[in-house]
Structure formats: C-alpha cells, structure tokens
C-alpha cells in the first residue's frame, strides 16, 4: 500500500491527524523560532550523555529526533501537477538536520507511517542514506500506526509494517510501537491489535529479529495502560513511549500523571521513551512572568532546557524525543544534553511546585497541537483555533473585561490575529458540536466545549460587550 492508499485508507480523525501533523505551520508557529533564550557558542560534537539499553546494551542518546514537525517548503508547480500538496517537506533541510544530529551523537530517530501525511518514513529514509552513517550507527523507532478500521484485518497491518521497512530502507526496526494505544478504551486495542492476531504476528517478527525492540506508545485511558503492563509475563514489552513533563509530573488523572505512567514501568524495569517533554511547544512559549522566573537560576539557558534537563534526569528514562523543525531547536537541545547535567532535587520540586503552578495559573487550553483531532468533517482547524488562543493567553490579549487597562489594544490583537491565523471558513463559529474530534485527543480536552468557549468570547470582542 502506498502513501496516497495509505490517506485514502486514513479516514479516522486520529490517523489523519498524524497525516496532517507534519511541521509547524505558519498558523501554529507564525513563523517563530522560539525557545525563549537560546545560549550562544559551539555546539559539543562529542559530549552527548548517552543510556544504556537494558536488554541490548546498546548505547542510546538521550535526546531522540522526534521525525513529525518537519521543515516544510511550498511545491513547485509541477510538484502540484505530479500530485504533490502545495506544502511539502523540505528534503534537503530535512538531510542537513539529519546530518547534523548525527554528528553530533544523536542516534535515535522516531517516526510513523502516519506521519507527514504519509511521508515521515520515506523521509527519514532518504536523509539517513543520505548522512553517510551505516546502518549499525544509529537506532530507528517507528509505529504500527493502523488507525482506520480499513487498516485492522491481518493482512493490512502486516502491509503497513513492511511498507515501513522499505520506506526506511532497512531489513530491522529497531524499536517498533504500536501506535497511541488506549484512545477509546480496550475496544479499539482489541480490534487493532489482539483479535486479528497482529500482536502476536509482531512477537514472531521481534523473534526473527525483524523486530530489535517491541513496546507500545500510551494516550489516554490508564485502564488500557494497566492492562497491557498487567501481561507484561505474556509479551515481555522492551520499553514503553509515554508523555511526560514536570507541568503534568502530579496530575490526579493518572492517564496524564507522569510521575505514576514512570513509577509503573521503573518498577517493571522497562525502560521509558518520553514523548511531548514541551507539551507541544508550550513550555517554551511561557509567559515573560514565567520566562523571568526561569532565568533567575539560569540566565543563560533557553527556557526549554529546563524541560529537557528534567525529564532527562530520570534515571529510567532512556531517550527523550523532541520534534525539532529549525536548527536552532536543534542546537539547543544539543546543548542541553551535551552533556546532561541532572537537576538536583530541590530543582526538580521547584519545577514541579511553583513552577508549574506558575504555567497553570494562565487559564489555556491544554492543547498540544498534536493533530490527533483533524480533519474535523467540518472545515474547522481545532489546533490552529486553540494555539491562537492560548498564544494570547501568554501574551496578556485575552481581557477579561473592557475595564482592562490594555482591553482596546489586546482586543485588536486578538481579533487581527485569528482572522490571520485561522481563515474565516475554518474558525470556532463553525462548529456544529458533532463531538467526533473527542475521542480522539490525547489530552482528553472536550474539544467542542472549549470551542464554543473561544466562539463566545471572539463574538463579544467583536460586539464590544466583553
């Protein structure tokens, strides 16, 4: 099956999602490269900190190359005649950061067939051949992302996975996940992966060696997570991807509560991918309260860093995924793991405490423009709507009434820049609250509810009855 089979099969919000997640575009980032205070020098080439698999003894970088917001460029007009988006990814950047990683000691690349709109995996294959590195030299992650019910009998599953292999141009995977379990409860576990027989299908590949590492990667609801490491004696998971940041390290949802997702597995002595260390992005576009607050410890560090370097702190931890779009996003996670140092204790509580309270006083919405929840059957763009808002939010452009003494101007920034953000055809008044977007999201937001939120505030700005 080929990538445009692969999109016309797609037809889940959740695999579309990934399909459509590729890049920051110009909605979600407006352009920016921002992580809020980048140091400046070389970049070590030889001071990576590095973990040691359990199982293999392999040594894995802890900062992993997340391969879904890509570098993109605008296709040629007879890229478009030949079938191309308007949007493409931008190949040759693609193969400079994957070059640069590489020299500079990463050596764990995340992917999916999901994502990219079907073209991460086929990317990722040209930039590894590409940076001269051998096969042995670095470690491939990618996912058996069967989403849509077209893609839950046997055979389209097993299509998926050897579709990746020659995508990659590799005969192994290295890691192989399956993909977002525990969105929709048990239910959709069993129909993706144990009653057609897929699960055990992989177990074989892992016991040909097709398969280095088999684990699985978690969103959603914890009941799906405790089952799959209840029968950990049955399939004997190499590792386990879950997100985890110092924002959510406490959460009372235990679906989202890094500290008890980490505990389970540690106790297990399954080693722990992390996903989001950011939150989407949003731990490193705080607002300058937030970003004052930070560089008082470290002046010189990105706000990032911190994120980085306290996931990273994490014994269990064995790599930390960031999906890096801009060189600069590079350089300075190098840094910030070149090498590694640990955040002590009362830095790690600090983070966890008044830090995140900090974040969490700011009333956004916990978006992390994921995708998960596109296309909507609508036209809407949920990510594009939320990132706007929540961009504000930071900013001081969300009044709470017209007695406040910015309202005129954060009134006009607010409105300006969602009609530049999100076309008018795409905007939370379009929302027929049809729900569908729901199950979907990894963050458990209830997504209609909250743009019926942003609908009745952009009308009272509009009608000046804030």
Known sequence: MDRRQFLKLSGTAAAATALAGCGMSDNTA???????????????????????????????????YGWM????????????????????????EVNRLCKFALDHGVNYF???PAYCRGRSEESLGIALEA??????????????????PQQYPFEEGKKLFENSLRYLKTDYVDYLLLHSVGGGGMGPLHQRYLDNGLLQW???????????????????????????????????????????????WYAEDKGRSGKYLYDELVK????????????????????????AHLKSRKPENSVASWA???????????????????????????????????????????????????????PTIDCNDCKYCMPCPYGLDIPAIFVHYNKCVNQGNVPESQQAANYQKARRAFLVGYDRSVPRLRQADRCVQCRRCVPHCPQQIDIPRQLAMVDSFVEKLKQNKL
């Open 30 to 64: 407006n352009g920016e490269v921002d992580y809020m205070g980048h140091h400046d020098g070389p970049v070590p080439t030889d001071k990576m900190t590095y973990r040691t698999n359990p199982k293999t003894g392999e040594k894995v970088s802890i900062l992993g």
């Open 308 to 362: 980085f370097r306290y996931i990273g702190s994490k014994p269990g931890v064995l790599t930390v995924l960031s999906g890096m779009t801009y060189m600069e996003h590079l350089e300075d996670n190098l840094r910030t793991y070149s090498p590694l140092e640990p955040l002590d204790e009362e830095e790690q509580q600090w983070l966890e405490g008044e830090t995140a309270s900090l974040i969490k006083s700011y």
């Open 202 to 248: 992989l177990l074989e590949q892992r016991e040909a060696g097709r398969i280095r590492n088999l684990g699985f990667s978690f969103h959603g609801d914890v009941a799906v997570y405790d089952w799959l490491l209840a029968h950990h004696d049955q399939y004997h998971w190499d590792f386990v991807q879950i997100q985890a940041n110092y924002c959510d």
């Open 268 to 291: 297990r002595n399954i080693p722990v991918i992390i996903m989001e260390p950011l939150l989407g992005g949003r731990l490193s576009k705080v607002p300058d309260h937030v970003v």
């Open 69 to 92: 917001r890509l570098p993109m460029r605008k296709a040629t007009e007879q890229e478009m005649q030949d079938g191309a988006n308007k949007d493409i990814i931008d190949q040759e």
């Open 110 to 112: 995340d992917t999916s």
């Open 131 to 148: 940076s001269g590195y051998t096969r042995d030299q670095y470690f491939i992650a990618t996912k058996l992302s069967n989403f849509s």
